[in-house]
């Protein structure tokens, strides 16, 4: 059967194999585990190979591309450092639900369970971590484990999955039938289950949607906000997927992030009819699961998600349907809206609530750089195909409170709360779609997790600008501190290097901005500087967050505990 085939290497097969499902630029950090793969993708420029300088870096990067482009992200790393240094990307793409194949080096079958060098049991490091692990050990089975590592990945529920590839079978030679590519399996929703959920709304008297989770396409985005405003129900968004319905739509009412607007969070409360599309309804977006009663919503709860195993999980739903999010938004798009509805008065309210949002406070007199004001000029600056990315960290309250997302744009975060995630994820962007604005948000502390890849983006060509946010210290923990040990600060000052120099040292375009009107002027340098970009915002540390000051933090702690 396999005669009509040419006898290839397990690397090429590798190789041939990642040609066959339409991998055109995959991630890596060499390794002699993996030589093989490596010189099989001398011979396939069609496959452009990004050399990152960290396996973190090149994971999130390879993450960032997959949620940007809605491809799989392929990451290549070797054994064990390899495989260490690259798993916060791959718990953060199964907490994110981002599909990713990982290709890892591995000893060779022969020294096996001797714990030789960089030896690690793949299957047991990363089976919390990743959607499913596999080791080839036959090179004649490459093209059959890809496979149904494409498909895993890109199926139900999306996920990491991580193949290891013993060094020795990737030098054995075998013809094989190479196949491709994968085609994602999804499910669609039922015409009775969507009668049912039509009637629950028509009873509905406060009605919210929430959409979140992955796999949102252009098209599934513009679906869900028709199918809202033809039935005028407000739509908020779980964390860090605020770019899945317009925020300029009247329908938009804001997120459920770390930072929710307490009257989002009270709307939600209020709801009598929560229809969730494509979100897990995590511990985040619940805001600790106080949201909904558990397991009993006290509410009608509709739940639509891609995997069986999430519905009923945590949340009872009083309907649940398992579907693919772009499968549920065509189909609740071509719906007869309900005629008349009558919650036209909330809608308007919730929408209200979140513009009056929109508008910063001001926290402090005149502070010489005003956050508000600068993210009020990006919000305007922006275009409608900008990227933005987001490592964790208080910081981040800036742009998900006052930018407004929206497609072909992106918002890509990570909600595994992962530092490190904002450069790269910059770079995998910029990597994925040249030419348009890519601005990564960071903190000084989660910066420095990753900040090496400015060095990839300057040798690839990504031209991704980096904002980074300097107060000095790992701010988040810094307000937890001074909420719960008002006064005692350990462990969270940071003495930052000179950011300026460090870009130039990059060759990036750098600049620091202390004053709310040098930042325009440095950002469009930026934009015109056509190169990686870092510019450093001297922060004052009393505005820890976006609606309050640490003073008042840790005046209020001080009472409380009086
Ligand atoms: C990899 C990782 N390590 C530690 C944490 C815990 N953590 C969450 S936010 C934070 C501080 C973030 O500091 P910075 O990046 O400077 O942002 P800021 O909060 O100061 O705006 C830390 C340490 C984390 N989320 N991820
Ligand atoms: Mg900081």
Redesign the pocket.
């Known amino acids: 059967m396999t005669a009509n085939f040419p006898l290839l290497s397990g690397g090429q097969l590798v190789v041939a194999a990642l040609r066959a499902h339409g991998v055109e630029m995959a991630f890596s950090v060499a390794g002699e585990s993996y030589l093989e793969v490596l010189d099989a993708l001398f011979d396939a420029p069609e496959i452009r190979l990004i050399t990152c300088r960290q396996e973190g870096g090149a994971a999130f990067m390879a993450e960032a591309y997959a949620k940007a482009t809605g491809k799989p992200g392929v990451l290549l790393v070797t054994r064990g450092p390899g495989a260490c240094n690259a798993s916060?990307g791959i718990h953060t793409a199964f907490q994110d639900s981002t599909p990713m194949v990982v290709l890892v080096g591995q000893v060779a079958r022969h020294q096996l369970d001797r714990e030789a060098f960089q030896e690690v049991d793949f299957r047991r490091m990363f089976s919390p971590l990743a959607k499913w692990v596999a080791q080839i050990d036959l090179a004649e089975r490459v093209p059959e484990l890809i496979n149904q590592a494409f498909q895993t990945a890109v199926s139900g529920r999306p996920g990491p999955v991580v193949l290891a590839l013993p060094e020795d079978m990737l030098r054995d030679c075998r013809a094989a039938a190479v196949t491709g590519p994968y085609r994602a399996v999804h499910a669609h929703p039922g015409a009775a289950d969507l009668a049912e959920m039509r009637r629950l709304l028509a009873a509905a008297a406060r009605p919210v949607i929430l959409v979140g989770g992955g796999s949102w396409s252009d098209a599934a985005c513009a679906d869900i906000a028709r199918f809202a405003e033809a039935n005028d129900v407000p739509v908020c968004c779980s964390f860090r997927r605020q770019d899945i319905v317009d925020n300029r739509l009247g329908v938009y009412v804001g997120d459920l992030g770390t930072g929710a607007a307490p009257s989002l969070v009270a709307r939600i409360k209020a709801a009598d009819l929560v229809l969730a599309v494509g979100a897990r309804i995590g511990e985040i977006t619940s805001q600790s699961y106080s949201l909904l009663g558990i397991p009993d919503p006290e509410k009608v709860l509709i739940h639509v998600h891609p995997a069986a195993e999430e519905l009923g999980r945590v949340f009872r739903p009083t309907l649940a349907m398992q579907s693919g999010v772009a499968e549920f938004a065509a189909a609740a798009a071509a719906l007869a809206p309900i005629p008349a509805p009558r919650w036209a008065a909330w809608r308007q309210s919730a929408r209200a609530e979140y513009e009056a949002g929109l508008m910063p406070s001001r926290l402090t007199d005149m502070p010489a750089l005003d956050l508000g004001l600068v993210m009020l000029w990006l919000r305007e600056r922006l275009p409608d195909d900008a990227i933005v990315t987001s490592?964790?960290?208080?910081?981040s309250g800036w742009p998900n409170r006052f930018l407004q997302y929206r497609r072909p744009g992106r918002q890509l975060g990570p909600t595994s709360?992962?530092?490190?995630y904002g450069v790269p994820a910059a770079v995998g962007a910029s990597l994925a779609y040249p030419g348009r604005i890519v601005v990564g948000f960071?903190?000084?502390?989660?910066f420095l997790?990753t900040g090496q890849e400015i060095a990839t983006a300057l040798a690839e060509g990504a031209t991704p600008i980096i904002l980074v946010?300097d107060?000095g210290?790992?701010?988040?923990?810094r307000m937890h501190q001074e909420r719960r040990f008002p006064g005692r600060v350990v462990g969270t000052d940071l003495k930052n290097p000179d950011f300026l120099a460090l870009a130039r040292a990059y060759g990036a375009y750098g600049a620091q901005v202390a004053r709310t009107e040098e930042f325009a002027p440095a950002f469009e340098a930026a934009v015109a500087a056509r190169r990686a970009a870092i510019i450093a915002l001297k922060i004052d540390p009393e505005m820890i967050t976006t609606r309050t000051t640490l003073s008042a933090l840790r005046r209020q702690a001080e009472t409380a505990k009086a």
């Open positions: 916060i490592d964790a960290g208080n910081f709360g992962a530092m490190g960071c903190g000084d502390g989660g997790m946010f107060n210290m790992y701010g988040t923990i």
